[in-house]
C-alpha cells in the first residue's frame, strides 16, 4: 500500500494516479516487493473516433451528391434532394455530437438492424426459388446488420 502525496488516501501499490484527486503516483517510493504500476485507459479504442468521423463526413458527402443530383437532373426530384439535405445534416449532426441526432441516428440504426434481419430470413427462406439472387438479399442484410450495429457501438463510444 502507498498513501497519495497530495490527499493522502491509501492505495494499493500498484496505482499510477490516485483515484480520488488524480495526482500522479509514478515518482511515489513504493514497498519492496510490490508490483509495477500499470498505467490502464478506460478511453474507447484509438480506431472508433476516426471511423466515427470518417462515417460523419461519408453520410455529409453522399446526402450532398443527392441533393446536388435531386436538383440538378432535367427533370428535378424534390425528393431526392430533401432526403440528400436530410443526410447532411445527420452528417453534420454527428460530426458536431448533437445529442438529438446522436439518439435519431441510433433508433435508425436499430431499425436498419431489423430490416437487415428480415432480408437475412427473407433471402434464407426464398433461396431455393429465387435462386442467386436471394444470396444476394442475405449478404445486403448482413451488411445492413453489421454498419447499423457499428454505429451503434460508435455512438455509444464516443459519448
Known sequence: ML???NCGATLPAGMVACQFCGADLS???????????????????????VVYNLIALYWIADGGFDLVAGLSAKEPSLVAAVFGGFWMMIGFGLLVRIEFVRGLVNILSFIKIGFGVLAIIGGLVGSA??????????????????????????IGETD
Open 3 to 5: 498513501k497519495c502525496p
Open 27 to 49: 515518482a511515489v517510493q513504493r514497498p519492496p516487493g510490490s508490483p509495477k504500476p500499470v498505467a490502464r485507459s478506460f478511453g474507447p479504442p484509438r480506431w472508433v473516433p
Open 129 to 154: 426459388t429465387v435462386g442467386a439472387s436471394a444470396l444476394l438479399i442475405v449478404l445486403f442484410g448482413v451488411i445492413d446488420v453489421v454498419t447499423g450495429g457499428l454505429m451503434v457501438y460508435l
